[in-house]
């Protein structure tokens, strides 16, 4: 008798695709739970990345038109203003409006108003940013772009901060630290922005409105 040991057979290959159909069901449960609790803290967190890291380059008028109304026709054109028009808007606005020329875009997709984009020029702290506010229709924010920023570039707003402002409703709540959550390390952009929004809806409003009052 031979004083071996018997051999073992060999333990057969650890295929983790094997255990795909029992893992992928919960997977999916998890993300479809995980999935709205992350959209709700996702303006909050943003508040607290650093701008550099989200911060994309600026876009000609043209792209962002583009990406705002695709496939519609655009029409340029100015508007001016009345001193009531300008009284009614800064009362809706919180804030003065300091011009009555305003420049916008009007996008018509066949004989249907796709919506109306407007150009706002602030100062941030000392230097400018010029920003295309685009609305739907119904005059809420489509999208935001940022077409020059002349401050340093770590203080240029993100474009998923700006995300915040689409589809949301103008009234007092569309302030910093209310419904729109301010920018870490760049507290000067985002009250440009948010007054920049501000006085573009009053400004439509007051135009969709029409006459005077």
Sequence with gaps: MSGSLPRRSAAPPFHSSAFLPFCLPAFSRCLSAFLPSLS??????????????????????????????????????????????????SDLAGEAIQTSLVGRYIATLGVETAGRAYVDTNVVRTKKETLLISLDPRGLVRRIDVTAFLEPSEYRPPALWLGQYAGRPFD?????????????????????????????LAIDAVLQSGGTQ
């Design 40 to 89: 709700a803290f996702l303006p909050f967190c943003l508040a607290f990345l650093p701008v550099s890291l989200l911060a994309a380059d600026n876009l000609t008028r043209e792209e962002a038109l583009a990406l705002a109304f695709p496939g519609a026709a655009i029409r340029a054109e100015r508007v001016y203003l009345t001193s009531d028009q300008r009284r009614r808007a």
């Design 172 to 200: 007092e709540g569309l302030r910093l630290n209310r419904t729109i959550r301010p920018i870490a390390g760049a507290t000067l952009t985002a009250r440009a922005v948010n007054s920049a929004v501000r006085r573009i």
